[in-house]
């Protein structure tokens, strides 16, 4: 199962263009709203999130999946729920993804130690142990870990996230059948 965080302040594009795209692909993902079930973007957009933080239960755990936005990530770093599914995501060898901001939590973690890693500009300092890519890299993954830059990469970001939980070919279908040239 993958699970995508949603708190108040969420980066909307970063949340709904990958949910989009993985649900495309088949995966099942549950989107958890942190506080409710009715959860208000950055931007004014208001989602409904599938479950609410206090009655998700987690099993089997493929993905961990945190968007960004203001102030979206400092809530999902509030968040008991969130760490507790960081924490089972690591004990069960699953994927943890995220973007712009997000991957500041897991910095703060020291889960980012040594791996390749990427955000928005002007977070790098809270990716504690990280090995930071230049700015031309938009999509960074070590391992079970996908960190990505922001808003203008989100379709690249969930592709990625399609690629490592489906296959090269089913990202590269959506692709093409998402992208014109």
């Known amino acids: 199962m993958v699970y995508m965080f ?4 969420f980066e909307e594009v970063e949340a709904l263009a990958p949910l989009d795209l993985l649900r495309r ?3 099942e993902v549950t989107t958890v709203g942190i506080g409710g079930d009715s959860i208000t973007g950055s931007h ?6 599938d479950v609410k933080d ?9 993905m961990v ?16 729920v969130v760490h507790k599914a960081l924490d089972l995501a690591k004990e069960q060898d ?16 020291g889960d980012l130690k040594d791996k390749d890693a990427v955000c928005y500009p002007g977070f790098e300092e809270y990716l504690e142990g990280a090995k930071l890519h230049p700015r031309e890299v938009t999509v960074a993954i ?30 590269d279908e959506l692709r093409t059948a998402t992208i014109t040239d």
């Open 6 to 9: 949603l708190a108040e302040g």
């Open 25 to 27: 692909a088949g995966v």
């Open 44 to 49: 004014g957009i208001t989602v409904k999130a």
């Open 54 to 62: 206090k009655k998700v239960k987690f099993e089997n755990i493929d």
């Open 65 to 80: 999946i945190l968007p960004g936005g203001m102030p979206g990530t400092k809530n999902l770093d509030a968040s008991t």
């Open 94 to 109: 699953a994927y943890v993804a995220a973007i712009c901001a997000a991957p500041m939590i897991l910095g703060k973690r």
């Open 142 to 171: 070590h391992g079970k870990t996908v960190t990505a830059r922001g808003m203008g990469v989100a379709v690249e970001f969930g592709l990625e996230l399609v690629a490592a939980l489906c296959g090269k070919e089913k990202a």
